[in-house]
């Protein structure tokens, strides 16, 4: 949904649309570890919701941003935080999903210090190529994937950031020096101004893996771990037609490994299987835990609203001008 905001959010307030922020998303990402957007963890004024609010960079479109948030709210899978409200029209761009306690990958790298585990590595490997697929079924390309875009929630990854290729720079003109792009995780086909395509999600996908594993984007070889090295390597493939299809990536890194779980009304789906207690190392557990509680004890300082009328001591409020009426 569009809500009206009640603040301008410019830089020195701490209100972005309706919203007060409590604390940036990215204040423990590591210095010049690239982000697409401006992401906030904020609170409504009547203390109810609490959101992940996005802004675009100040070199970004605002009209693409928030044409790509717009696009955002369709997408269907477990995996990602589709937007759930815009800013208004003629409101400074800003979307919102609800607050999920969550990492971004290169924090939860920071916090672990050093390399996730690979059943870690693997288990988001798996979640987030599942999702892609879905996203890919939508006709929809994320174009924004990167280590920064991932968050790490204690019940498995999400996806953000989706069109951030696509908002920081029209079809056409050259990526590599974009705002807010990770050049690592950028397809080349993308770097060079090509429209993005599902394949440049495969690459991407592989970049991120490969800083879950190692903490760069593109590793030399040897660094990879042996079970993931092989089709990390496909991914990162400058030629898109060398890189492996999102069934395939499924299929190698989940094996056998089928969920019990009752999957309802949604397609079953092999992450379930690896996202169980225990996937992720008790150091980011903790690390979501505190954030949570963080933001729950947050002391949030409301804009004051302006008075109707002055305020007046009691019995000294003037008497109220007598009405004429009307004689018969």
Do not use: K
């Amino acid at each position: 949904m569009r809500v009206p905001g009640t603040g301008t959010g410019t830089r020195g307030t701490r209100q972005i649309g309706p919203y007060t922020v409590v604390t940036r998303l990215d204040a423990g990402i590591p210095a010049g570890t690239p982000v697409s957007e401006h992401r906030f963890i904020a609170r409504s004024a009547d203390g109810d919701r609490t959101v992940l609010l996005s802004r675009p960079l100040a070199d970004v479109d605002p009209q693409r941003f928030m044409a790509e948030a717009e696009t955002s709210r369709y997408l269907l899978g477990s995996w990602v935080l589709p937007a759930v409200e815009l800013a208004a029209p003629g409101e400074q761009a800003w979307h919102a999903c609800p607050y999920l306690p969550a990492l971004p990958l290169p924090v939860a790298f920071a916090v672990h210090g050093g390399p996730l585990p690979e059943p870690t590595v693997r288990a988001l490997a798996i979640a987030l190529a599942e999702n892609l697929a879905v996203m890919h079924g939508q006709n929809l390309t994320h174009a924004g994937l990167c280590p920064s875009a991932v968050l790490i929630a204690a019940d498995g990854p999400r996806l953000t950031c989706f069109g951030a290729v696509r908002a920081a720079a029209p079809d056409g003109v050259a990526q590599q020096e974009a705002p807010g792009l990770d050049p690592g995780s950028l397809p080349p086909e993308q770097a060079a101004g090509g429209r993005p395509r599902p394949l440049g999600d495969v690459y991407a996908l592989g970049a991120t893996l490969a800083y879950a594993a190692t903490g760069y984007t593109m590793p030399e070889r040897e660094e990879l771990p042996p079970a993931l090295r092989s089709l990390i390597i496909r991914c990162l493939s400058r030629d898109p037609a060398h890189r492996p299809q999102l069934s395939e990536v499924i299929d190698e890194l989940a094996g056998g490994s089928q969920s019990d779980a009752p999957a309802g009304f949604a397609a079953p789906t092999r992450a379930d299987a690896l996202l169980r207690p225990g996937w992720l190392p008790a150091r980011l557990v903790a690390a979501i835990v505190h954030q949570s509680a963080s933001v729950l004890a947050a002391e949030v300082h409301l804009p004051q609203q302006a008075p109707a009328h002055p305020a007046w001591p009691p019995g000294s409020a003037p008497n109220p001008t007598p009405v004429p009426h009307p004689s018969h």
